[in-house]
């Protein structure tokens, strides 16, 4: 039987999956260019995202040392590696797939994100992780009324929104600042980053009369091109708050893509 609570399109991408990326990926450290390459691949590790692997012999500058660690990583065994470059080491931040994982991936070296200062498709930046092929983000203006409420307490009642349907999540409905009822929310000084939206200039958090409830709501003021529909607008998480869409109440989805709800 189909779970009622889950209202949007599965992510298809079968852990293990490797696709060539048809895009230039430059990483930098320190303003140094690790690697530069036309011939990186996509490898699904999980089901949500893709990483890059990069052709070992397409690192610019830097040494990897064998740390003598194998793991598995979803595609397959890698052994991790520690990156020096110039003066800075970074501990543990490639894997080189071993025996094992898919040819495509022999030669290639997989980094973690956070060991790179900054990544780059073609010559524009990218955040968090690299941009799944197969995943949409469309944000279309809609006249469907949106009602939030938490605890009995309305905090926004909109007469139209803009809704947000990123592949794999929930749809999201983003509102215009002058239906939220602004006294009843507190800012956080949260900061998140999406690859396909772009970094949150807020977050708000409401503490009802039996409950704090906190980061339930957050803004992008200057979204990715790809986002600009939601610019300046406001949307809660539908996993956290009672969402009345055109009057009707929406189920609240049961099975978050991760341990604290995507946006």
């Not at 397409?58 to 590696?81: C, I, S």
């Not at 931040?93 to 990544?119: M, N, Q």
């Not at 409830?213 to 607008?233: C, K, M, Q, S, V």
């Amino acid at each position: 039987m189909a779970d009622e609570s889950v209202q949007h399109p599965s992510l298809i991408v079968p852990i293990g999956h490797v696709e060539p990326v048809p895009r230039r990926i430059r990483g930098l450290i320190g303003g140094r260019v690790v690697f530069d390459t036309r011939r990186a691949l996509y490898v699904w590790e999980r089901p949500a995202y893709p990483q890059f692997s990069i052709p070992v012999e397409d690192m610019v500058e830097g040494v990897l040392t064998d740390d003598h660690h194998t793991e598995p990583l979803g595609a397959g065994p890698a052994r991790r590696h520690s990156l020096h470059i110039g003066p800075e080491v970074r501990q543990g931040a490639a894997w080189l797939w071993d025996d094992g994982a898919p040819e495509p991936l022999r030669g290639t070296v997989r980094f973690e994100w956070e060991a790179l200062d900054s990544w780059f498709e073609e010559d524009e930046p990218v955040f968090v992780h690299p941009r799944s092929p197969y995943s949409r983000v469309d944000a279309l203006r809609s006249s469907s009324s949106v009602r939030v409420e938490l605890d009995g307490t309305v905090l926004a009642d909109a007469p139209h929104c803009v809704k947000l349907f990123e592949t794999g999540l929930p749809t999201r409905y983003y509102l215009d600042r002058t239906h939220i009822d602004w006294p009843r929310l507190r800012p956080t000084d949260t900061v998140t980053s999406c690859p396909y939206k772009g970094t949150t200039s807020g977050y708000w958090s409401f503490d009802s009369d039996v409950a704090t409830h906190e980061d339930i709501a957050w803004a992008y003021d200057f979204p990715t091109a790809h986002a600009n529909r939601i610019a300046g607008l406001v949307a809660f998480y539908n996993e956290q708050v009672d969402l009345y869409i055109d009057g009707t109440l929406l189920p609240r989805p049961t099975h978050p893509t991760s341990a604290a709800p995507a946006k």
